[in-house]
């Protein structure tokens, strides 16, 4: 079924800076409360981050289904394009434009890299639906991201960090994928598993996921206002290094989504694989690269803001992409 972005979900770019500018504007006249919310922690890892972000994660992780990872073999090309993409070409592209524009600058060059590092398996679903591409497909490589995210990100990481000669707490990063990651994939499958086996898959899917979805944009715009109460003093003061690091952010998107639409249009691949490998092999996987950030550097750090116009810049860029794989459909560019 095609799904229709409602005006909210369409303009979520919108709400992203207004929440952005309420989180400044906190910052500089609620300083009480910037002292408040960043003496909450568990270690380095701060509690209603924490909070948010699991509730950003979990709705993404419930469409994780280990049976779908069954069916690549019927169907690999799509697939293995799109995790070669994730891994290999996103990375080494983010990299490079880091150490052009960046240099000099090791927590924005992080920024890039936890970016650059992360494979989405979110808002991928709500894209590759609004582009009428092959959801099955999407259900399957996002299945396989969150996998190998478990696994690949963290020594993706520390080893594009280590060649610059930037160290990074191992521990700490370790403890971001595992919290961030780790723990709603546990309790989101667990919970999928007692909630279909009480309820049934048809309330689960038109009920309860409809719903938990909801409440992780809610939770997605609440970390912001979070993120800029704490940082606003940051980004005031450092507006250069913001615009600094947008510019390898937006020029990372462009020469990543052209890589990826000339490597499906010469694997032959049908708008509905082509548009899907396309998407999620540009996208990143913007909420735990904001919780790493926040868990290595700090919520006031130039690495958590960094890694939040990632964001930032991601929904407009993912939504023009979405515009642009149709018009290209139109014109025949892939085959039919």
Not at 106 to 131: E, F, N
Not at 229 to 246: A, Q, Y
Not at 290 to 297: K, R, S
Request: with cysteine; charged share 10%.
């Amino acid at each position: 079924m095609k799904k229709v972005l409602n005006n909210f979900e369409k303009y979520l770019y919108v709400w992203v800076f207004v929440c952005m500018l309420v989180g400044v504007l906190f910052s500089q006249y609620l300083s009480g409360l910037s002292v408040l919310l960043n003496s909450w922690k568990i270690g380095n890892v701060s509690v209603p981050i924490g909070i948010c972000l699991f509730l950003m994660m979990y709705p993404a992780l419930l469409n994780f289904q280990i049976k779908e990872l069954k069916k690549l073999i019927k169907a690999p090309k799509p697939i293995l394009l799109t995790l070669l993409s994730n891994w290999i070409i996103a990375p080494i592209v983010t990299v490079i434009l880091a150490n052009m524009f960046l240099k000099g600058y090791d927590q924005l060059i992080v920024a890039l890299v936890l970016l650059g590092s992360s494979p989405c398996t979110a808002m991928v679903i709500v894209w590759g639906s609004l582009a009428n591409g092959n959801q099955e497909q999407n259900v399957i490589t996002t299945s396989i991201n969150t996998l190998t995210i478990m696994f690949l990100y963290a020594p993706v990481v520390v080893l594009l960090t280590g060649i610059q000669g930037i160290t990074l707490d191992r521990y700490a990063l370790l403890i971001s994928v595992l919290i961030f990651i780790g723990l709603p994939l546990i309790i989101g499958y667990i919970s999928k598993k007692l909630l279909i086996a009480k309820k049934g898959l048809r309330w689960f899917e038109t009920k309860y996921k409809p719903t938990v979805g909801k409440i992780s944009i809610v939770a997605l715009l609440f970390t912001l206002i979070v993120l800029f109460t704490l940082n606003g003093d940051v980004l005031l003061k450092n507006p250069g290094k913001m615009l600094l690091v947008s510019v390898p952010i937006l020029l990372g998107f462009i020469i990543v989504v052209a890589i990826n639409i000339f490597i499906t249009k010469l694997f032959k691949l049908k708008y509905k694989e082509a548009i899907i490998s396309v998407i999620i092999g540009s996208s990143s996987h913007f909420e735990i690269a904001i919780a790493t950030a926040i868990t290595l550097f700090g919520l006031g750090s130039q690495t958590a803001l960094g890694t939040t116009m990632g964001l930032f810049w991601e929904v407009p860029v993912m939504l023009g992409l979405v515009y642009l794989g149709k018009f290209l459909h139109r014109k025949a560019f892939w085959e039919v």
